[in-house]
T-cell receptor
Framework: NAGVTQTPKFRILKIGQSMTLQCTQD?????MYWYRQDPGMGLKLIYY???????DKGEVPNGYNVSRSTTEDFPLRLELAAPSQTSVYFCASRAARLEKLFFGSGTQLSVL | AQSVTQLGSHVSVSEGALVLLRCNYS??????LFWYVQYPNQGLQLLLKYTTGATLVKGINGFEAEFKKSETSFHLTKPSAHMSDAAEYFC??????????????FGTGTRLLVSP
């Protein structure tokens, strides 16, 4: 089992550019999440999905978009990148409420 | 809304010493509490969780945590630190959003440093 796979691992963007962070899981989990991690701030929830075709905003959704066309994939789209989006992004999934979260290894994004 | 506070952004111990990482929670309902660990350049992994039942929870790698309602605490302990325990540790509480969805609210993390 690969678990949760994120690509790319590192990326540098210029202000105003766009990109998609890819996330795929092979555990048939319904619940998927995108978090961002900033130094000293813990993890903040950006978007989440409870199944294919169902997504909703988390705590910090501005500047991001998501889609969930299949159970396996949950890409995160950054439109018009800004320096404030410099962060480490984690995708996670879990089978059900209160079950453990499985995390990907993260994407380190710098916007310059 | 539920929240957690982790006391101490860094904790240093010697190998073989007791590890104590502090977490206090704020919750208007019986909380569901978690400890996650993050090794360098990796995602978070679940160490242990408390939902209901026994207040002393045992997790992986010899860690345990005790839910104390009277103190609103969920401190993480390990009797004897190993070098491999050096990592960042996050306390988290489950919070119910307006949509009915339960999310995890994470603390700011405590970096554990283990010296020989």
């Amino acid at each position: 089992n690969a678990g949760v796979t994120q690509t790319p691992k590192f990326r540098i963007l210029k202000i105003g550019q766009s990109m998609t962070l890819q996330c795929t899981q092979d555990m048939n989990h319904n619940y998927m999440y995108w978090y961002r991690q900033d130094p000293g701030m813990g993890l903040k929830l950006i978007y989440y999905s409870v199944g294919a075709g169902i997504t909703d905003k988390g705590e910090v959704p501005n500047g991001y978009n998501v889609s969930r066309s299949t159970t396996e994939d949950f890409p995160l789209r950054l439109e018009l990148a800004a320096p404030s989006q410099t962060s480490v992004y984690f995708c996670a999934s879990r089978a059900a409420r209160l079950e453990k979260l499985f995390f990907g290894s993260g994407t380190q994004l710098s916007v310059l | 809304a539920q929240s957690v506070t982790q006391l101490g952004s860094h904790v240093s111990v010697s190998e073989g010493a007791l590890v104590l990482l502090r977490c206090n929670y704020s919750s208007s309902v019986p909380p569901y509490l978690f400890w996650y660990v993050q090794y360098p350049n990796q995602g978070l992994q679940l160490l242990l969780k408390y939902t209901t039942g026994a207040t002393l929870v045992k997790g992986i790698n010899g860690f345990e945590a005790e839910f104390k309602k009277s103190e609103t605490s969920f401190h993480l302990t390990k009797p004897s630190a190993h070098m491999s325990d050096a990592a960042e540790y996050f306390c988290a509480v489950s919070d119910l959003m307006n949509t009915g969805f339960q999310k995890l609210v994470f603390g700011t993390g405590t970096r554990l440093l283990v010296s020989p």
